[in-house]
């Protein structure tokens, strides 16, 4: 059975004063394990490729793999199509200053991300469209 949570390592890349919000700080952090970028420096093509596993514990058909991947590329933002060192999974942590010190986070550390679904799309409320 496939669990419901996965954990990432992600490191530390920059800490700065949030421009938004005073009394804040973003955190850029990014995967210690990097994506392989083997393209022409002016190609199209995102270097993300959508795989996983099914309820059944099958693993999703190369169709239904492709489709997925083809979505994700189609929804990223123009701006970071022709970029090389952009990892698409990059995280912007936001939180208070006073939570970031006591934490001691610093720069280079390694921080474990676990991504855990809460609840499914059936119990989302969607809003509806008018």
Known sequence: MVENKITIPYQIKGI???DK??????VLMEPIDKLEYNG?????????????IGMDGSSFPPGVQD???????????????????????RLIHIESEIDFISRKWKYGDIIDITLEKVKTAEEFKHPKEQ
């Open 67 to 89: 489709q997925l991947t083809q979505v994700l590329k189609n929804a990223m933002p123009p701006m970071f199509r022709k970029r090389k060192d952009y990892d698409p999974r």
């Open 21 to 26: 919000i005073e009394g804040y700080v973003e």
């Open 16 to 18: 700065k004063p949030c």
């Open 40 to 52: 022409s420096e002016m190609s199209n093509d995102i270097p993300i490729k959508i795989s996983g």
